[in-house]
């Protein structure tokens, strides 16, 4: 999953890539798919992008990735972002294990340094390893009650909860160059 900053790049988590790798100078990489495919949350039609790494962070486990479309997907409308509360009621889209979407829905319940962590009450809980990204919300837009991204899915860190992690929208903004409020 990823959210769109704008009408060309996408916003996601270096992980969701690909499972990363050292190079020889001891940096993580990414590999890249050979296309983004766009699902609206309409769900109503899916296209695929040519694009391209155009900037990550391998600075923590939770880096962040922007990928470059090779052409401009039309009529994007620009997602607006705000700070995170606490407490706050959340809603963030994901695709379950059969392919379907899915809103999960929940409340903002505390603050770890960068990372956010959420309880999604109607999301399906982690049942493989004991931490890791769900795979159908990692990425994904994390938006409060009237719509605005607060920040982007990371990881769920407990086998058998619904207890999820987002990268807040000020943490994505003070490393992402392309970002914009």
């Known amino acids: 999953m990823g959210v769109l900053l704008s009408s060309n790049a996408v916003l996601t988590h270096a992980f969701v890539l690909e499972a990363p790798r050292l190079t020889a ?42 990928l470059k479309l090779e052409k401009p997907i039309p009529e994007v409308s620009r997602i607006q972002w705000t700070t995170p509360s606490p407490d706050a009621r959340v809603r963030v889209f994901g695709i379950a294990d059969d392919g379907t979407g899915i809103w999960a829905q929940g409340t903002v319940t505390g603050q770890h340094g960068d990372i956010w962590q959420l309880d999604l009450h109607n ?44 990268t807040s929208a000020n943490s994505i903004a003070s490393k992402v160059p392309s970002f914009r409020w």
Do not use: C
């Open 25 to 66: 100078q001891g940096k993580m990489a990414y590999k890249v798919p050979e296309a983004v495919e766009v699902i609206p949350v309409s769900g109503r039609y899916r296209a695929r992008y040519p694009g391209q790494l155009d900037w990550w962070d391998d600075s923590d486990q939770h880096g962040l990735a922007v």
């Open 123 to 166: 999301a399906p809980p982690l049942q493989g390893g004991n931490a890791g990204a769900y795979q159908g919300f990692a990425g994904a837009a994390v938006l409060d009650s009237s719509g605005r991204a607060v920040g982007i899915m990371t990881s769920v860190w407990a086998r058998g909860t619904r207890t999820y992690f987002m």
